[in-house]
């Protein structure tokens, strides 16, 4: 136990074909904890693993659309009026491979741009390369043409420079509690999926009013025969919070459980009962275990 806040939060990685995201990934999970989401097609996200340490939980999700070969892939990417997949992100990874610049790299940084979220560009496979300082002139290019985060050399296969790496996602993370079981180890199972859906929900519907610390977790899931009854809470910091995510005469709330009930009866197949709380929680700096009871005792 410290007194470090605890942070959670979401992030994507984006980069060409073979350009090391699975490896990158596998040496950061370690195989114990990545995970696989089993209806991929109902959220935003697909969720590729979850890492929680003392302090954090950073979850790494896919981002369909973006695993770009070619200009084609991109402008059919782009041309798509709904971009879901990188909002609600709170960091995205660029993983590239090659210290070259390319005009399909111009087209996803434009993107970025539109979207505003923290950019980490990770130079990867730098093992197979004979001189490190090569890389320099090209570390000097990209940084004139955006402004990332980090540029970090890195190799994912050897595992070089992934602690730094591990500390730049971490000091970008917002302050959140863990929305996923510590030892969350197998799939994204149906309560976790049903979180993530009110999540959404929440964050179409509010936008820019949503509370940066807003979270969620599920007291009860009861499988019943003909019908699924889940209980969660929505948890905020302050009574203003709590107001937005009510909304007038309790609007705001009953149109986000009603949107998350329908997408939920897809989901289980099967009539849905939704009870949603809004709570308020004073402090997230509370300690790590404090944090993690929270409503997580039946996950
Ligand atoms: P993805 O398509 O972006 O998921 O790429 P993968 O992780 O599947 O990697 C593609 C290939 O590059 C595989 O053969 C990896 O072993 C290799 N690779 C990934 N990272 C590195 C690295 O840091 N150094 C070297 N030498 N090879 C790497
Ligand atoms: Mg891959």
């Given amino acids: 136990m410290n007194n470090k806040p605890f942070k959670m939060g979401y992030v994507a990685l984006i980069g060409a074909p073979n350009a090391g995201k699975s490896t990158l990934l596998n040496h950061l999970l370690g195989q ?26 950073v979850v790494y999700v896919d981002t369909p659309g973006m695993h770009l070969g070619s200009k ?55 093992d197979k390369l004979q001189d490190k300082a090569s890389l320099l002139p090209f570390v000097q290019e990209v940084s004139t043409k955006y402004d990332f985060a980090t540029i970090i050399p890195i190799s ?28 969350q180890i197998t799939d994204s199972s149906e309560r976790f999926m049903a979180a993530e859906i009110i999540r959404e929900k929440l964050t179409r519907r509010l936008s820019d009013e949503l509370p940066h610390s807003m979270s969620i977790s599920l007291e009860q899931f009861k499988v019943e025969e003909n019908i699924t009854r889940i209980y969660a ?7 203003g919070q709590k ?57």
């Fill in 32 to 57: 114990k904890i990545s995970i696989t989401s089993r209806k991929p097609q109902t959220t935003r996200h697909r969720i590729l693993g979850i890492k929680t340490q003392e302090n954090s939980q």
């Fill in 72 to 126: 084609k892939a991109l402008n059919k990417y782009l041309n798509k009026t709904a971009d879901a997949s990188l909002t609600g992100v709170d960091i995205i990874v660029w993983v590239k491979d090659d210290a070259r610049w390319e005009d399909v790299d111009a087209s996803i940084l434009e993107k970025l741009r539109d979207i505003g979220t923290p950019v980490i560009l990770a130079l990867n496979k730098i």
């Fill in 156 to 183: 994912a296969l050897a595992g070089t420079k992934l602690i730094d790496f591990e500390e730049v996602v971490n000091g970008l993370l917002p302050e959140g509690m863990p929305l996923y079981p510590e030892d």
């Fill in 233 to 239: 809470t929505i948890w905020v910091e302050r009574d």
């Fill in 243 to 299: 107001n937005i995510v009510i909304g007038k005469k309790g609007v705001v709330l009953k149109e986000v459980g009603t949107r998350a009930r329908h997408d939920l009866e897809e989901l289980l197949d099967t009539k849905v009962y939704l009870n949603l709380w809004v709570k308020i929680k004073k402090s997230w700096s509370e300690s790590a275990r404090e944090v993690i009871n929270l409503g997580y005792t039946d996950l």
